[in-house]
Structure formats: structure tokens, C-alpha cells
């Protein structure tokens, strides 16, 4: 696969994930669901987030 397209599939797939993050974070404001599910989802988001910006980093060198 080349550069562009990668690049363009993780840029889509890290708004994906902070729109995940956002709407988790709505829920726990509803009051849907608790603090400390929220805070493992939240984790797990933030781990995935940090693993797509690490993957455009290493492609835009």
C-alpha cells in the first residue's frame, strides 16, 4: 500500500477514535455509565490514539 493511502486510512481512523473518545466522555456526563468504566475505556481509546499518531509519525519521516 503506498504512503497516501495509508496515510489517508489512519487519518480517518484517528477521527474515528476521537469521536469515539468524545462521545465516551458524553455518556459519563449522561450519567450512563460510571466513572471507572469510563476511565477503562477512555484508556483503551487514548493507548489507540497514541499508537495511530505514533504509525503517521513514522510514515511522514
Known amino acids: ?3 497516501a493511502k495509508k496515510m489517508k486510512n489512519l487519518k480517518k481512523l484517528l477521527a474515528k477514535k ?3 473518545k468524545e462521545r465516551i ?3 459519563f456526563r449522561a ?3 460510571l466513572s ?3 476511565a477503562k ?3 483503551g481509546v487514548n493507548d489507540e490514539i497514541s499508537r495511530i499518531m505514533k ?3 513514522k510514515i511522514s519521516k
Open 1 to 3: 500500500m503506498n504512503y
Open 18 to 20: 476521537e469521536a469515539e
Open 25 to 27: 466522555k458524553d455518556d
Open 31 to 33: 450519567k450512563k455509565i
Open 36 to 38: 471507572r468504566e469510563a
Open 41 to 43: 475505556l477512555l484508556a
Open 55 to 57: 504509525e503517521i509519525k
